[in-house]
């Protein structure tokens, strides 16, 4: 289960042109605690904010600095159109929650939880497609320290590999850090097995 933030202290940066709805926008985050900054430009990537939300009626790709998909911050659109390219683009700049316009102030704080929720979420699963991805690179070195236990030790596959495996779990460490580590000659892993 994901905890509701507390957006108290928050900044938002809302890019778009200032309009009715972006007056209710900014009167409902001030009552949530959210300090906001208006603006029509390209956000900057220097001191991003907590938050961006961004009119998806108008954006254009140069307004957001980061590349497609891969939000730095969580990101909500302002949305009043139902044209498909309207919707994609939204969803390309990063944006998780929609804020239908015309802005109606009980529409504001769900789609600030769900944006980020979803980035969060997102930031997780990143982190672990590279922890594996990394893991999975490493795989040849776990593979040539199986090999050297074997040559070493006069053991089959799943012996050199069980050895490995306990010695690092005995040092709480990633096997394919112990593997590298005892294919470097550290001393202290001489006992492997």
């Known amino acids: 289960m994901i905890n509701t933030p507390n957006f108290a202290g928050w900044r938002a940066t809302i890019l778009a042109e200032e309009d009715g709805n972006t007056d209710r926008l900014r009167r409902q985050l001030a009552l949530l605690g959210v300090s906001t900054s208006l603006q029509w430009l390209p956000l900057s990537p220097i001191?991003?904010?907590d938050l961006v939300i961004?009119?998806?009626?108008?954006?254009?790709?140069?307004?957001l600095p980061w590349p497609e998909g891969k939000p730095a911050r969580p990101v909500a659109a302002l949305l009043g159109s139902e044209a498909p390219g309207r919707?994609?683009?939204a969803i390309g700049c990063g944006a998780s929650a929609i804020i239908p316009k015309p802005v109606s102030a009980s529409a504001i704080y769900p789609a600030l939880v769900l944006a980020v929720a979803s980035h969060q979420q997102r930031m997780e699963a990143d982190a672990r497609v590279a922890k594996l991805e990394e893991r999975?690179?490493?795989?040849?070195?776990?593979?040539?320290?199986?090999?050297?236990?074997?040559?070493?030790?006069?053991?089959?596959d799943e012996e050199a590999?069980?050895?490995?495996r306990e010695?690092?779990?005995?040092?709480?460490?990633?096997?394919?850090?112990?593997?590298?580590?005892f294919l470097g000659g550290s001393k202290a892993l001489k006992d492997v097995g």
């Not at 961004?54 to 307004?63: C, F, I, K, Q, S």
């Not at 999975?136 to 089959?156: G, H, M, S």
């Not at 590999?161 to 490995?164: D, E, P, S, T």
């Open 47 to 49: 001191d991003l904010p």
């Open 54 to 63: 961004v009119d998806a009626d108008r954006g254009w790709d140069e307004l």
């Open 87 to 89: 919707i994609a683009w």
């Open 136 to 156: 999975l690179r490493l795989r040849p070195v776990v593979f040539a320290a199986i090999n050297r236990l074997k040559t070493e030790r006069q053991v089959d």
């Open 161 to 164: 590999y069980r050895l490995l």
């Open 167 to 181: 010695c690092a779990m005995e040092r709480r460490m990633p096997m394919e850090q112990l593997a590298a580590l």
